[in-house]
Every structure is written in structure tokens, then in C-alpha cells.
């Protein structure tokens, strides 16, 4: 009984021995062997380059409407916050005291008329009668020298009624553009002139501009990426609103700071954009809303006008550690080669690879995660739907 017992107690320790020397095998390819993987080839394709940046809408043309005259505000002719008609009378001061002021400039230039009549029959007749005994050629030169005054009296004149004229037409403060009209900062009754602050703002509304910084690092790149295909004219300004949808117009860059900002190391780039009426109420006077305001954050989407043709593949497929972004793909033998890339524009699901992918590899999408370096795979075509352009912005 002892010898069978020690026997019985070796075959156990012989089973054991046995587990314990193909549980790393097990580990490592399971029951079936190497572990499935899905798999999909890096194809090139068409995309559109785009790069965001955070910007602001701002108006091409803003001013604040000022008198220009002291007076009384008789009138304000527009309703505070309505679009307004380049040359429409916005405001009316007071005219009386203006028309009379033009009036009495009117008769000073008309007294200094008469002067100037009297004067010069002065002179004639001096003139006439230095030809004779009676006259002297001192008579000759005082009429000469009155004459004179009073044709300057005359300039005089004309000039104060072309201020009064002037001062009369400032008494109207027209709309020196199209565009948005915000609120009045007065009422009517009160007394405004140069100095006493704007009485509303004006600002344009179509188009618009979207202004953002850029770095000078990344403004080298977009510099050094487009400018064998025009340079700024080889790319288009998208924008993207707050709650995420795509803008559909489309505007270009129109000016590119020529001064770095010391404080942020950035560029200031302005690309102009249409911004017309919302098609409900485009025919309603006044009553016009547009998509775009001065002053509201949007992100600016600069993208190339022609498509390239890049690596694209599921963004699923892209691991990341230590040493940055990596990709599995299917190499000889069936084994998993990590393979360092760089990416490029995100585009929803998929990514775009600028370095470390030629096209035409498998890339494993499926089950990367059981993969290690240089380990055997089955691989096979993945189930993840035909990759498509993606949209644009």
C-alpha cells in the first residue's frame, strides 16, 4: 500500500509539472492559438486639409455716430437694434438756431456786397478824375486800398455762411453706411454735441471678417504646406458656430499681420466672409437677423481648396504610450509590427497619417488590444464599414 501511494502521489506532481509548463503557451495564444485580429488596408485617398483655430467675428466697418454741433435732439428717426440704409437720416437736432445764424451770415454777405459796389465806383471814379486837374493819385490809391477791403470783407462773409451752411447740415446725422443700428444713449430733449459721447453705433453686416491668432511655429507649417499651390489663395476659411455646425459660406484671407505679437508669439490672420439674411425674414424692412454677429467666438477652420491624397484609417487602430502614437500592422508571417506614425487632421472617426504609413498595409483595427510586438496574429478582413471622404470642416 505505501509503494502504490507513492506512486499515486509522483503522478500528481507529474500532472501538476504538466499544467504549470503549458500555462504560458495557453497564455499567450489561448485554446485556438494566435489571437483573431480584424484588419483593414491603408489606402490613400482624397482629404480635405483643415487645421481650427479659435477666432472672432468682427465687422468690416463700425463707427459711432457723434454730433457734431451742440444742440437740442429734436428726432430720433430708426428703431434701436433694425438694419438702416447707407445715407438715412438717423437723428435731426434743433434747426432753428441754425437757420438763423445762415440768415444772419446771408446779410453780412450781402452788406459786404454793397460795400464792395460802393467801393469800386469809389475807385472809378478817382481813376477818372486823376485824369484831370481836380483828382490826385493819393485819392486814386485810398480808393484802391478801400476797394480791396472790401472785397475781403466780402471772403469773409461767404466764409461764415459756409460754416453756418455746414453747422445747418450737421444738425442731420445720417447713416454713413449699411448696417445694424444699436441703442440710442439719449433721448429726445437732450442736449448732445462733440462732447458729450456717441449717440449710437453702426455696424456693417455683410460681409464680415473672422480674425484669429496663429502661432509662428504652425504659421510656418500652413505657409510652408500651401505655398506651392498660391499660398493664401490656396486655402478657404471655414467657421465653425457655437453649438458645432458648419457655416455655409466660405470667405478668404485678406490680410496677415505684418507684427508679431511680443506678449503670445502669434500672427493675427482676417479672412472676410459673406454673412447674408436669413432666408425667413430677408424680405422684411429692418427686421433682418443674420447668422453672424460682431464680436461672437467661433472656431475658424482653414482649410486647403483642392483635396490630397493622404493615408486615412480608423482612428480605433492608433495606440498611444510613452513614446507617442503607434499602429499595429500584419508583417511577415502573419506577425504584429508596431509601427511609429504621426498624425494629421481628425476626421470624426478616422484619422490622417502624415508619417509612418506608405499605404497598402494591414493595419490591425480589431482586437489591438490582445496584440503585443511581434506576435503571431490571424488575421482577417475587419468588419468596420468602407472608409468615406469625410465632411468638410
Given at each position: 500500500?505505501?509503494h502504490?501511494?507513492?506512486?499515486?502521489?509522483?503522478?500528481?506532481?507529474?500532472?501538476v509539472?504538466?499544467l504549470?509548463?503549458?500555462?504560458?503557451?495557453?497564455?499567450q495564444?489561448?485554446?485556438?492559438?494566435?489571437?483573431?485580429?480584424g484588419?483593414?488596408?491603408?489606402a490613400?485617398?482624397?482629404v480635405t486639409?483643415s487645421?481650427?483655430?479659435?477666432?472672432?467675428?468682427?465687422?468690416?466697418?463700425?463707427v459711432?455716430l457723434?454730433?457734431?454741433?451742440t444742440?437740442?435732439?429734436?428726432e430720433?428717426?430708426?428703431?434701436?437694434?433694425?438694419?438702416?440704409?447707407?445715407?438715412?437720416?438717423?437723428?435731426?437736432?434743433?434747426?432753428?438756431?441754425?437757420?438763423?445764424?445762415?440768415?444772419?451770415?446771408?446779410?453780412?454777405?450781402?452788406?459786404?456786397?454793397a460795400?464792395?459796389?460802393n467801393?469800386?465806383i469809389?475807385l472809378a471814379r478817382?481813376?477818372?478824375?486823376v485824369?484831370?486837374?481836380?483828382?490826385?493819385?493819393v485819392r486814386?490809391?485810398?480808393a484802391t486800398a478801400?476797394?480791396?477791403?472790401?472785397?475781403?470783407?466780402?471772403?469773409?462773409a461767404?466764409?461764415?455762411?459756409?460754416?453756418?451752411?455746414?453747422?445747418?447740415?450737421?444738425?442731420?446725422?445720417?447713416?454713413?453706411?449699411a448696417?445694424?443700428?444699436?441703442?440710442?444713449?439719449?433721448?429726445?430733449?437732450a442736449?448732445?454735441?462733440?462732447n458729450?459721447?456717441?449717440?449710437?453705433?453702426?455696424?456693417?453686416?455683410?460681409p464680415?471678417?473672422?480674425?484669429?491668432?496663429?502661432?509662428l511655429?504652425?504659421?510656418?507649417?500652413?505657409?510652408?504646406?500651401?505655398?506651392?499651390?498660391?499660398?493664401?489663395?490656396?486655402?478657404t476659411?471655414r467657421?465653425?458656430?457655437?453649438?458645432?455646425?458648419?457655416?455655409?459660406q466660405?470667405?478668404?484671407?485678406?490680410?496677415i499681420?505684418?507684427?508679431?505679437d511680443r506678449n503670445?508669439?502669434?500672427?493675427?490672420v482676417?479672412?472676410?466672409?459673406?454673412?447674408?439674411?436669413?432666408?425667413?425674414n430677408?424680405g422684411?424692412?429692418?427686421?433682418?437677423?443674420?447668422?453672424?454677429?460682431?464680436?461672437?467666438?467661433?472656431?475658424?477652420?482653414?482649410?486647403?481648396?483642392?483635396?490630397?491624397?493622404?493615408?486615412?484609417?480608423?482612428r480605433?487602430?492608433?495606440?498611444?504610450?510613452q513614446?507617442?502614437?503607434?499602429?499595429?500592422?500584419?508583417?511577415a508571417?502573419?506577425r504584429?509590427m508596431?509601427?511609429?506614425v504621426?498624425?494629421?487632421?481628425?476626421?470624426?472617426?478616422r484619422?490622417?497619417?502624415?508619417?509612418?504609413?506608405?499605404?497598402?498595409?494591414q493595419?490591425?483595427?480589431?482586437?489591438?488590444?490582445?496584440?503585443?510586438?511581434?506576435?503571431?496574429?490571424?488575421?482577417?478582413?475587419?468588419?468596420?464599414?468602407?472608409?468615406?471622404?469625410?465632411?468638410r470642416?
Amino acid at each position: 500500500m505505501a509503494h502504490a501511494s507513492r506512486w499515486l502521489s509522483l503522478g500528481r506532481i507529474g500532472i501538476v509539472v504538466a499544467l504549470l509548463t503549458a500555462q504560458p503557451a495557453l497564455a499567450q495564444f489561448g485554446p485556438a492559438g494566435p489571437p483573431p485580429v480584424g484588419v483593414l488596408v491603408a489606402a490613400r485617398q482624397p482629404v480635405t486639409e483643415s487645421t481650427e483655430f479659435v477666432g472672432r467675428i468682427e465687422a468690416v466697418d463700425r463707427v459711432q455716430l457723434l454730433a457734431r454741433v451742440t444742440g437740442f435732439l429734436q428726432e430720433r428717426l430708426f428703431i434701436e437694434g433694425q438694419e438702416v440704409r447707407q445715407g438715412q437720416i438717423l437723428f435731426r437736432l434743433e434747426r432753428a438756431p441754425f437757420e438763423a445764424e445762415m440768415a444772419r451770415a446771408q446779410a453780412q454777405v450781402a452788406a459786404a456786397e454793397a460795400e464792395l459796389a460802393n467801393a469800386n465806383i469809389a475807385l472809378a471814379r478817382a481813376r477818372d478824375l486823376v485824369r484831370t486837374a481836380a483828382g490826385t493819385q493819393v485819392r486814386v490809391d485810398d480808393a484802391t486800398a478801400a476797394q480791396r477791403g472790401a472785397q475781403a470783407q466780402l471772403l469773409g462773409a461767404q466764409a461764415q455762411l459756409r460754416v453756418a451752411q455746414i453747422n445747418l447740415g450737421y444738425t442731420e446725422i445720417a447713416a454713413p453706411f449699411a448696417g445694424k443700428i444699436g441703442r440710442s444713449t439719449f433721448s429726445v430733449g437732450a442736449v448732445v454735441g462733440p462732447n458729450a459721447g456717441a449717440l449710437a453705433t453702426i455696424v456693417s453686416q455683410d460681409p464680415m471678417r473672422v480674425s484669429f491668432p496663429v502661432s509662428l511655429r504652425l504659421g510656418g507649417e500652413l505657409r510652408d504646406r500651401y505655398a506651392s499651390r498660391g499660398g493664401a489663395q490656396a486655402v478657404t476659411v471655414r467657421i465653425r458656430l457655437a453649438g458645432g455646425a458648419v457655416y455655409g459660406q466660405a470667405g478668404q484671407i485678406d490680410f496677415i499681420d505684418p507684427q508679431v505679437d511680443r506678449n503670445t508669439d502669434t500672427l493675427l490672420v482676417r479672412a472676410r466672409i459673406a454673412n447674408p439674411p436669413l432666408a425667413q425674414n430677408a424680405g422684411t424692412a429692418g427686421q433682418v437677423d443674420r447668422t453672424l454677429i460682431d464680436g461672437m467666438f467661433v472656431t475658424a477652420l482653414v482649410e486647403g481648396s483642392e483635396p490630397v491624397q493622404a493615408v486615412v484609417i480608423p482612428r480605433a487602430a492608433v495606440l498611444q504610450d510613452q513614446q507617442g502614437y503607434f499602429v499595429f500592422v500584419v508583417g511577415a508571417e502573419n506577425r504584429a509590427m508596431r509601427r511609429n506614425v504621426a498624425l494629421g487632421r481628425a476626421l470624426a472617426e478616422r484619422v490622417v497619417i502624415e508619417r509612418g504609413l506608405d499605404g497598402g498595409e494591414q493595419v490591425i483595427v480589431e482586437g489591438v488590444q490582445r496584440v503585443r510586438p511581434n506576435q503571431p496574429v490571424q488575421p482577417a478582413p475587419a468588419a468596420a464599414p468602407a472608409l468615406r471622404p469625410g465632411p468638410r470642416g
